[in-house]
C-alpha cells in the first residue's frame, strides 16, 4: 500500500484534541472586520469543535492524525 496523502488545508485549519476531536478556528475573522460590530468579533474569538458529522470527514482528510 501506498502512503495516503493530507490535505495541505486541513494541516493548517484544524487540530486533533487528545480524546479525538476536532478544533477549528472561526470563519470570518481575518479581514473586513471594520463591517463586523463589536459583538460579532467578540464572540468568534477563539477556536470551538467540530461536530461528529465534520469530524468524519476530516479524519478522511488526515489519515495519520495530525499533531
Given at each position: 500500500?501506498?502512503?495516503?496523502?493530507?490535505?495541505?488545508?486541513?494541516?493548517?485549519?484544524?487540530?486533533?484534541?487528545?480524546?479525538?476531536?476536532?478544533?477549528h478556528?472561526?470563519?470570518?475573522?481575518?479581514?473586513?472586520?471594520?463591517?463586523?460590530?463589536?459583538?460579532?468579533?467578540?464572540?468568534?474569538?477563539?477556536?470551538?469543535?467540530?461536530?461528529?458529522?465534520?469530524?468524519?470527514?476530516?479524519?478522511?482528510?488526515?489519515?495519520?492524525?495530525?499533531?
Amino acid at each position: 500500500m501506498p502512503k495516503l496523502k493530507t490535505k495541505s488545508g486541513v494541516k493548517k485549519r484544524f487540530k486533533f484534541t487528545a480524546s479525538g476531536k476536532v478544533k477549528h478556528g472561526v470563519a470570518g475573522k481575518r479581514h473586513r472586520l471594520i463591517s463586523h460590530n463589536a459583538k460579532y468579533i467578540r464572540q468568534n474569538r477563539g477556536t470551538s469543535v467540530l461536530s461528529d458529522a465534520d469530524t468524519a470527514h476530516v479524519r478522511q482528510w488526515a489519515p495519520y492524525g495530525l499533531k
